[in-house]
Each structure stands twice: as structure tokens, then as C-alpha cells.
């Protein structure tokens, strides 16, 4: 019986569909796990052959955990927000919602091809309103909160509100604006509707506020840092300046120091820990204020080394400064002016990764220096960021590279004085001060003579004095903008009372995106929302009404910004512990259960987006009493990347003529990518088939070497833009999606990158197809109730061990081979017993599910596979009964003999004499002696 590997994956993937094998329960007397894949974008694309890679690993953890007797939450949904539907739509005019829906369905045929175990009945959309309707609930939330730094956690906003009435906010120590103003509890109680609004919005968790953004024009949009490449948008490659917008934002910096904290309870890769650790960026100093001369004004800036005030002889703020207008004195206007559009045009990512480009200009102002009250030159410079820290610094040339390229070159620029540094030769850096007690340097007045540990102390103790500092700990860590200039994402349950949001009761939500005509942004600027002819709320009727009847009096305009990619996929993994939920985002019931992800597999790319944000909002819900725990996920993998292999032909420079690889060094070539798919297993490329893939290769001229076009070889990142992807489908078809899985696997250790080689996976289904023949004589199924041998049990108990231990340490390259070893030597063995063959099957079935259900069904079990028990490890199988002895004659080996273990000496030497190997090497003679070395060798010496 052949291995119809095509009739029997579609068989068992109809089979489990139908009969739900996969679904979880939220109460069960099992123990539970949550295996759960990073959140999808479904692109039209579909997927390629390096996608699943995670999603097979996660797989095989899930069915495993199954057959140790958990009961298993294997979800899967999608993150089907987002700006390449958008774009399409501004392209074909097409509704997102239509394009998104085809490409759920492209998606969701390829996944179910594949085999994987998902709880299918609990899958999400992020664009689905029954969805989004928690994304909204959870924004009022935190805009209903805000961040009780004494209690370190999130509190409701009544309880600020109660606290200002009875106390005004003279002892409330909250994370907040930066502009509040003191006021009592008579003053808070007089103020009016709009005032009470307006203090409050300092206050809460997410805020209106106008934020330095990312702005792309050509696609009308604010940008997230890691939406944005070499300055240009990661979608479309369009052109991004910086841009002052009025925002919605999340107070994410409140949570920065528990964020950092909490990596060190979660089971993540370093590498990736590091990447949160450094995107927040504490650190601890102090904050110094320099007023500015001429003016009304003061300049905040955060250093890290207060102890070396005395050698600040300059200060940079950044190119976005608020000061900057006011202090710019008239003759550098201009050239301030011309440098601060060159700089909108840089993205923060771009200045902060620039460490060689010397950029500012001298804005003619001056700072008084604290103690020496000297003047110091103010500059800009675009390597200072106006949202991190104070967007200002003060520059000490002989402690910082950049401060003293800046000082040298700009000095000799504006024609002014060379800045003196009065550290000329000492080494301020912080390794010279690892020593906390070492000597602080001289030229610092009070500081001269004292210890670093006690010159940083008093520094901030005599800026203290003065009222001109303050010692303090800073974080890189920006609040998110939340705000989107898009159609295709949430809308904002917000709408504006005399310009004040407010909020729409949960109770109506959700509030669903409207019709639009066009997708993109209104002639005047405002977002796409802003053409939609029905876009305003009624108070009285609780409803979305036509715009033509705003009186702002009972009816008042909608928010026209929506929320940017990452909010659904902030908290989707706790949406599917009770996805049907329609009065709450989930039960108690079934948070208590699962409380968190147990394994969580994705890329690393998302480590300082998905990840950060997702674990801020689980923070946030944890201290509102919604969930139990305040990480999300207990352990992360990061798979690696399997590279596509491109194939590439050589043009002869300035002609239409293609060289062969062998002849390409003969001429002046240029590399062209062409489909992988056209290339054989021998790199062979048919020049008639290149002809009609694309027109210009139409009237091509090819030079072969030996008859043959042979193609080029790169290995690079799978891409449609390098014609190297594969499609997982007609793998499936061809090999089968257990060969597949097998294959991706095998290619090598879970987290590393690896190449895609088609040609490889041919390995792999030529196991399958003998693991298939173990079980079957010719078309018979041949597995017999026969007593197992000794050897039979030795290697399924081996492999056992070994499948185990590799499943748990997520090496499931080596557990591939380790199968193939089993089925190679129980073929050996003749093995036919159900004893080894239906254990194997169970062992088999988290990779290969297809071959185990089928083998499992003709071994006689009418359930499923997956509700097997693993099969248990017996040490007492690997024990060695017996030895194989090496025979030599006075030191030379003649032959072997097996002997069991437990023989005396005195049994060994006489089972070898009396052996008729040892009388034919004798020859009737009789040895000196014989040396036995008991589980080693036999030496005859004659």
C-alpha cells in the first residue's frame, strides 16, 4: 500500500474541523497551557514558506503538552488592521474590509493545509467590531486612569477627582504634564466644567496632547519609530518629516521603571531583554536649569554626571525646541530656520544611529552658567531629540566624543573663541570612575579634591541650594502617540464637547468605521474620516448621526483620527481565553484559569513595539483589578528567519545578452534576480521559459556552458521584491504538509537563521514514506501483537528519551533525526509489534500528524491520536544485558563473542576458552595466562 500522502492530510484535516479535536475548554480538571503564536498580518501575499516556521515549532509543543494530559489553548486570529489594505484600497478604490476578508481566507486555507492543532472556534479579527469593541473599552479605561506614584500602579480617575475636591493637588504625587498648576481644594471646586476637564487631562493615562510626529505626506499619516527606514516610510518608501500635531498618547513612560523590573520574571531571550532594557534607557543624575541671558526663560537639562558642571561650556538644544524661536537672535535667524527644515526631514531613529555626522548651527543666545555665572553659547544640534529627556544638554567637550567634535569644528565655524576645555588631558570618563571613591579632578571650585560618589552628592546638594537643580532618574522611554491619520484602524469612541473629548458609554460600543468615498485624507488635511458624511454623535439618542446635524448642543462631532496597528495586538492573547464574551472583554472564570501565555513564539523584530506596548497594557489592566498577573507571557522564543535562495542571471553590461555562471567571469556582467521557481534541482534555467515571464527578457540572447543555462546562487531574506519566495501549497501538494513541517524543522536549531533549499525536503518524505512501509508488507498492514525483542524496545525506549528531552528544549532539529535513526533500525529489525509501532506512531504525531492519525486508525483506535498518553520512558530498556568482547591473542584482536554482563571473571575466561575460535587459535597449545578485564576485553597471551 502506497504512502497517499494527499488523500490522507486532507482526510485527517476534514476530520478535525469537523470533530473540533483541537478545542479547549475554559474549566477542566487538566492542567492548562497556552501556546500561542505571534499575532498574524494577513497580506495579500499570502504566506511563504519561511512564515510557518514558528507556527509548526509552536505546533509540535502544543500536541505534545496534549499528550502529557494537558488541556491545551492553541489559538489563532488575526491583526487585520493596518496600512497595506489602506494603501490598496487608495489604489483600486476597493474597501479595505473586502481585501482584508479575501486575504483572512487565503491565509486560513494555507494554515488549515499545513495541519496545525488551532482552536479554530476561538479565532479573532482586529477589524471585526465585536472585536474593537474592547480595543475602545480598554482606551476609556485608561483615559477614565492615571498613575498613583506612591502606589506605584494605575488608579481610577474618580479617585483624582475626590482627592481635588477635598485637597486640592498640593499632596498629589502623580505622573503627569509637566505644566500643572497648584490650586486648592476651594479653587478646584469653583472651577468650571471645561477647567475641571482640561487640569484632568494632565492627568490621565491617555491624553490629548501636541507631540513632535513622524509625518508622511504622500501617505497622509503619523508613523510609529518602527514604521520608518532610513528616513523614508517602511510602505512605500515615501519621504517622512518631523511635524507638531495635536496627539492622543499613552503615558507609557508612568510605567518605565516596573517595565524594566519586570523583565527579570519573564523567560525571554536576552538578546531581546536587552533591546527593552536599552529602548528605556534609565538612567540616574540630576536635573541642572540654566536661565537664559536676555530673556524670561530657563533652559531644564538631564545629565548623568552633575560632578562635571564645571567643564559644561556649551549647551545644544534640539532643532524642535520651543525655545529655540524666542532665543534665536535676528542675524542667525535664517541659517537657524534653513537648518531646522533640513532636520524635519530626519527621522529620530535616523539622528540617534548618526554618530559621525557633525550638524548644528549657533543660535546667537547664551545661557548663565549656575556657579561661574560665565556665559554659555547655545546651539542646535540635531544628534539632541526634543522627546528624549529635556530635548537639551549641556556639553562637556573632554567627557563626551560628540560634545568635543561638536565644540572644535563649530567654534572655528561661527568665528567664535575656541571652547575651552578645562579637563584638557583627564580622563572624566565614567570607566576612569568605576572606582566610586577615586579622586574627582581639579578646575571643578567646591568639587576640587573630592571623591566621585561625593562630588555627583554635592553637585545636586549646591544646584539645590540655588533652586537651579535637582537630583533625579530619567528614562528614554517616550510616551506612545496613539493617534493614526487613517481610515483602516479603530475608531476612537471619543466625540468633542467646546473642543473637550469625551467619552461614549461602554454600553454603546461599539462605535464602527463609517462609509467613506475616498480613503485618503480631505483636500483641508484632515484624516480620511474627516469625509465621512455621518460621523457625529447624538447624546440624546446614543447613536451616530449624519454631520449636517451637529448644533453642538445634543449633537457633536467624532474623533477623525483612529488608533494606530498595535492597539488590538496589545491584549488579543487575553481576548482569546473567552473570545465570545459580549458583556466583557473576558470572564473571571476564564482569566483566572489561563491567566498568561505559557510559550510564546514570534519574531524579534517586535521587541520595542508589539512587546512593549502589550506589556504596558497588561501592567495597566493588572493594576485596575482586571487580570491576575502583570506579564503576559511567561516564556518567548524567537524563531529565527529561513532565507530564501535567489537565483540570479549575468547580463553583459550594455547589451541584451545573458552569460551562463561558469562563463560570467569572461565578461563585464550585472546581476538580475529571476523566479526560483523557474530553476531546477541543478540550477538549470530554460531560456525559453525566462523569455515569457517577463518583457524584457523577450528578445534575450542567452550563452550557455555544455548546452545548459546555469543560474547563480545568493542566500538573502525570503522576499517577493528578490523572486525567491516559495509557496507553502504546492510544497504541500508535491511533498505533503508533513514533509513540510518535518523539513522546517530539520533545517536546523529553532532560533537561528537557515536557508530554504526545495531540493533538500526530498530527505524528509523519503522518511515518511519508509516509516509508512514499516507498518505495511506490500499492500497488507503488517503490525502483528508478537512480543517485542530486546533490541525493538531498546530503541523505542531511546528515542523516547531522546524525542522528550529535545521537545523540551525546543530542538526539534535533532529529534528529526532521531526518528529517522528508530525507523531505520527497527526496519532492520523486522519489526512488526504493536508494542513499538503504536508507542512510535504517538511520538511521530506532534510532527507529522497526517501519517500518526492515519497509522493510528489502522492500528485500531477510534479516537483521535492527539488524546494519546506520551509514551513513558523505561530506563530498564537501555540497561545492557550483555557485552560484546574484543578476543585477543597476545595483543592482537582475532574475533568478538557476546557475553552477558553479570559473568565472574572466572566464567568469562572459561565461556572464551572453550569458545572454537580460541581452540583454533591455540591449536592444542596452552596459554601463559588470560587476562579478563570484566566489561572491557580478553587477551589470550600465549
Not at 584638557?424 to 566610586?436: C, N, Q, T
Not at 547563480?712 to 510544497?731: A, H, L, Q, T
Not at 523505542?796 to 532521531?818: G, P, Q
Amino acid at each position: 500500500m502506497s504512502y497517499d500522502f494527499n488523500t490522507i492530510e486532507a482526510k485527517w484535516q476534514k476530520y478535525w474541523a469537523e470533530q473540533q479535536t483541537f478545542k479547549a475548554e475554559n474549566n477542566s480538571s487538566k492542567p492548562k497551557y497556552y501556546v500561542l503564536d505571534m499575532f498574524p498580518y494577513p497580506s495579500g501575499a499570502g504566506l511563504h514558506v519561511g512564515h510557518p516556521l514558528g507556527y509548526i515549532a509552536s505546533d509540535i509543543y502544543a500536541r505534545y503538552k496534549r499528550h502529557k494530559g494537558f488541556n491545551v489553548l492553541h489559538p489563532q486570529g488575526y491583526d487585520s488592521f493596518g496600512l497595506p489594505a489602506e494603501q490598496y484600497a487608495i489604489q483600486t478604490g476597493q474597501h479595505p474590509a473586502i481585501t482584508t476578508k479575501e486575504n483572512i481566507a487565503r491565509y486560513r486555507e494555507q494554515l488549515d493545509k499545513i495541519g496545525f492543532s488551532f482552536d479554530w472556534s476561538r479565532e479573532v479579527k482586529t477589524s471585526d467590531p465585536k472585536f474593537y469593541k474592547w480595543t475602545q473599552w480598554i482606551f476609556i479605561e485608561l483615559f477614565n486612569s492615571w498613575y498613583d506614584i506612591n502606589e506605584d500602579k494605575a488608579r481610577a480617575i474618580d479617585d483624582l477627582e475626590t482627592i481635588f475636591a477635598a485637597e486640592g493637588n498640593a499632596t498629589i504625587n502623580a505622573v503627569c504634564d509637566e505644566d500643572i498648576v497648584s490650586f486648592t481644594d476651594a479653587e478646584w471646586n469653583t472651577f468650571s466644567s471645561k477647567e475641571k476637564q482640561a487640569v484632568l487631562l494632565k492627568y490621565r493615562l491617555t491624553y490629548l496632547a501636541e507631540t513632535e510626529v513622524n509625518w508622511c505626506p504622500q501617505l497622509g499619516t503619523v508613523l510609529a519609530n518602527d514604521e520608518i527606514v532610513n528616513g523614508v516610510s517602511e510602505r512605500g518608501g515615501y519621504p517622512v518629516v518631523r511635524k507638531k500635531m495635536t496627539q492622543w498618547s499613552m503615558r507609557i513612560s508612568a510605567y518605565a521603571q516596573r517595565l524594566l523590573d519586570g523583565l527579570a520574571t519573564i523567560d525571554w531571550p536576552q538578546p531581546l531583554k536587552d533591546s527593552q532594557t536599552n529602548w528605556i534607557g534609565r538612567s540616574v543624575g540630576a536635573s541642572v536649569t540654566f536661565n537664559v541671558k536676555d530673556h524670561n526663560a530657563t533652559i531644564e537639562v538631564f545629565t548623568t554626571r552633575p560632578d562635571t558642571i564645571f567643564g559644561a561650556t556649551f549647551m545644544t538644544l534640539a532643532p524642535e525646541h520651543d525655545l529655540v524661536t524666542q532665543i534665536t537672535t535676528p542675524d542667525q535667524k535664517n541659517e537657524v530656520d534653513a537648518y531646522i527644515e533640513a532636520t524635519a526631514k530626519r527621522s529620530e531613529r535616523e539622528r540617534m544611529a548618526d554618530v559621525k555626522t557633525i550638524s548644528g548651527v549657533f543660535t546667537g543666545a547664551y545661557a548663565e552658567h549656575p556657579f561661574t555665572k560665565e556665559p554659555v553659547p547655545i546651539w542646535i544640534g540635531d544628534y539632541v531629540l526634543a522627546g528624549y529627556g529635556t530635548g537639551a544638554v549641556m556639553a562637556v567637550p573632554c567627557g563626551d566624543q560628540r560634545d568635543y567634535d561638536f565644540a572644535n569644528y563649530f567654534a572655528d565655524k561661527a568665528g567664535m573663541p575656541a571652547i575651552v576645555n578645562i579637563f584638557e588631558g583627564v580622563d572624566i570618563s565614567e570607566e576612569a570612575f568605576a572606582d566610586k571613591e577615586k579622586t574627582i579632578i581639579t578646575n571643578s571650585d567646591f568639587l576640587n579634591g573630592l571623591s566621585y560618589k561625593k562630588a555627583v552628592k554635592t553637585a545636586i546638594y549646591e544646584l539645590e541650594k540655588l533652586g537651579q537643580g535637582q537630583g533625579k532618574t530619567n528614562y528614554r522611554l517616550r510616551d506612545a502617540v496613539f493617534s493614526r491619520q487613517r481610515y483602516w484602524g479603530e475608531p476612537f469612541p471619543v466625540y468633542y464637547v467646546d473642543g473637550m473629548p469625551q467619552m461614549i458609554d461602554v454600553e454603546h460600543l461599539p462605535i464602527e468605521l463609517p462609509e467613506v468615498e475616498k480613503y485618503l485624507p480631505t483636500e483641508t488635511g484632515e484624516p480620511p474620516l474627516g469625509r465621512a458624511t455621518v460621523w457625529a454623535w447624538d447624546t440624546e439618542n446614543n447613536k451616530v448621526v449624519a454631520n449636517d446635524l451637529i448644533n453642538n448642543a445634543t449633537v457633536f462631532p467624532l474623533e477623525l483620527n483612529t488608533m494606530p496597528g498595535w492597539a488590538g495586538s496589545s491584549y488579543y492573547f487575553n481576548r482569546y481565553m473567552d473570545p465570545h464574551n459580549e458583556d466583557e472583554v473576558f470572564s473571571n472564570e476564564a482569566i483566572q484559569y489561563w491567566k498568561e501565555v505559557d510559550l510564546y513564539i514570534g519574531g524579534s523584530e517586535h521587541a520595542t513595539g508589539h512587546l512593549l506596548y502589550a506589556r504596558f497594557w497588561q501592567k495597566f489592566l493588572f493594576d485596575r483589578g482586571y487580570i491576575p498577573v502583570d506579564e503576559f507571557a511567561k516564556k518567548l522564543i524567537n524563531q529565527g528567519m529561513i532565507l530564501g535562495t535567489s537565483a540570479l542571471v549575468y547580463r553583459i553590461s550594455g547589451t541584451n545578452q545573458y552569460v551562463s555562471k561558469g562563463l560570467k567571469d569572461e565578461y563585464d556582467v550585472e546581476e538580475l534576480r529571476v523566479d526560483v521557481n523557474m530553476i531546477n534541482a541543478s540550477d538549470e534555467l530554460d531560456p525559453e521559459v525566462l523569455k515569457k515571464w517577463q518583457p524584457q527578457f523577450e528578445e534575450a540572447e542567452f550563452i550557455l556552458e555544455n548546452g545548459k543555462y546555469i543560474v547563480g546562487r545568493e542566500v538573502e531574506k525570503m522576499s517577493k521584491r528578490w523572486y525567491n519566495v516559495v509557496n507553502p501549497d504546492g510544497i504541500c501538494d508535491q511533498y505533503g504538509a508533513d514533509s513540510l513541517r518535518l523539513y522546517e524543522m530539520f533545517l536546523g536549531p529553532l532560533e537561528q537563521a537557515k536557508p530554504w533549499n526545495t531540493a533538500g525536503i526530498t530527505g524528509v518524505h523519503g522518511f515518511l514514506k519508509k516509516l509508512w512501509k514499516l507498518y505495511h508488507n506490500n499492500e497488507e498492514f503488517a503490525v502483528t501483537d508478537v512480543v517485542p525483542t530486546k533490541d525493538a524496545l531498546k530503541t523505542l525506549h531511546k528515542t523516547i528519551k531522546k524525542v522528550e528531552e529535545d521537545i523540551e528544549a525546543f530542538s526539534f532539529n535533532t529529534s528529526v533525526s532521531t526518528f529517522m535513526i528508530a525507523v531505520n533500525e527497527l526496519t532492520a529489525q523486522k519489526c512488526t509489534s504493536r508494542a513499538i509501532l503504536e508507542p512510535l506512531a504517538v511520538l511521530i504525531s506532534p510532527y507529522a500528524p497526517h501519517i500518526a492519525e492515519e497509522l493510528w486508525q489502522k492500528l485500531g483506535n477510534n479516537e483521535s491520536i492527539a488524546t494519546a498518553t506520551f509514551p513513558v520512558f523505561d530506563a530498564a530498556h537501555l540497561v545492557e544485558s550483555t557485552k560484546e568482547y574484543p578476543i585477543s591473542f597476545n595483543g592482537k584482536m582475532r574475533f568478538k563473542i557476546e557475553l552477558p554482563m553479570d559473568m565472574s571473571k572466572e566464567d568469562i575466561e572459561a565461556a572464551v576458552m572453550a569458545h572454537e575460535k580460541t581452540q583454533q587459535q591455540l591449536d592444542g597449545r596452552t596459554p601463559k595466562k588470560v587476562i579478563v578485564v570484566p566489561g572491557k576485553i580478553v587477551n589470550v597471551v600465549g
